[in-house]
């Protein structure tokens, strides 16, 4: 390979990697800095939580209603044979 | 559903929020800080097309063998999915209107999902329209088919095929370096596990709730 090519291969690439590298782009330091930002990160898990809470309860629920059913089921079957 | 699935999926939501907001991402620009949408828009995507997945699997298993709880479990994972789906509309409409200029901006992934969720809207619809509960069953299962086999290209293969401004899209169709790279795996992944069970518990409650719901009417 001639050495010109060689060279302005070298700078091309050299070129790329610290384009690629040097993108810096404005992003919320400032937000984390503060430490505010888990502030928000309680109020995320907050609402996740209570959201996930409230399914169990709901499963909760129905595996009781379910229960109840069965239950009812067997009594009704009982008067029956009696 | 196992009880330790349960538990798994709120472990993993709590971590993937968690990280989520505090984990480093790449900055990019025009993205920016909205990278982490990644962690919280496409998860319900990836949710949806798993429910519809499972509709999918149900719908078969009743043309195989018409039972009733196969068309109740097809039906709910549908309806699941549908929630999901507009969770994923919602989302990528917001995050639309601050990074494209407007919530709806015609961009292909945008427009398939549209119409992937509106064939879906159509199953219910059929479903409504029809009083024969066998009738329905049937005619809702093989309707089933043909709106998954066309989710498929709608969200997967025509965006692709179009100029999309869609992070992820533009020669690359995965996920490319720039919007996936190894630091990110970590909590996307667990992400998409995390609301997939999510997901399926919702659909079971809702079956259950729908079982329970006939054995009553069957007791009188």
Not at chain 1, 36 to 50: D, E, H, M, N, R
Not at chain 2, 45 to 68: C, D, E, H, Q, T
Not at chain 2, 176 to 201: E, H, K, Q, S
Request: glycine residues 6%.
């Amino acid at each position: 390979m001639k050495s010109w090519l060689k060279s302005f291969l070298a700078l091309a690439f050299s070129l790329w990697i610290t384009e690629a590298v040097a993108q810096d782009a404005e992003m919320a330091d400032a937000f984390r800095a503060e430490g505010k930002i888990y502030v928000v990160v309680a109020i995320v898990l907050i609402v996740l939580a209570g959201l996930i809470t409230y399914l169990f309860m709901l499963d909760r629920k129905m595996t009781r209603l379910e229960k109840m059913l069965q239950e009812k089921k067997q009594t009704k079957t009982n008067g029956k044979s009696f | 559903m196992k009880q330790w699935m349960k538990f798994l999926a709120v472990a993993i939501l709590l971590y993937v929020h968690t990280a989520g907001l505090l984990a480093d991402v790449p900055r990019l620009n025009i993205l920016n800080e909205t990278v982490r949408a990644l962690y919280f828009h496409v998860p319900m995507w990836f949710g949806m097309i798993f429910l519809f997945g499972m509709s999918l699997y149900f719908a078969i298993k009743y043309l195989a063998n018409p039972s009733v709880d196969n068309d109740r479990k097809s039906v709910e994972c549908a309806h699941v999915g549908m929630a999901f789906g507009f969770l994923g509309i919602l989302t990528g409409m917001l995050w639309a209107n601050y990074t494209w200029g407007s919530p709806w901006h015609g961009d292909p992934k945008q427009n398939g999902s549209a119409i992937a969720l509106l064939v879906y809207m159509a199953y219910f619809v059929l479903r409504g329209s029809v009083d024969n509960q066998e009738q329905r069953a049937r005619l809702s299962a093989v309707y089933n088919v043909f709106a998954f086999a066309a989710m498929i290209p709608l969200i997967f293969i025509i965006p692709r095929l179009q100029d999309s401004l869609h992070p992820g899209s533009g020669g690359n169709p995965g996920f490319n370096i720039y919007d996936l790279d190894n630091r990110m795996r970590y909590i996307f992944y667990p992400a998409v596990i995390g609301w997939i069970l999510i997901g399926v518990w919702i659909a079971s409650l809702r079956v259950r709730r729908k079982a329970l719901e006939e054995k009553i009417l069957d007791l009188e």
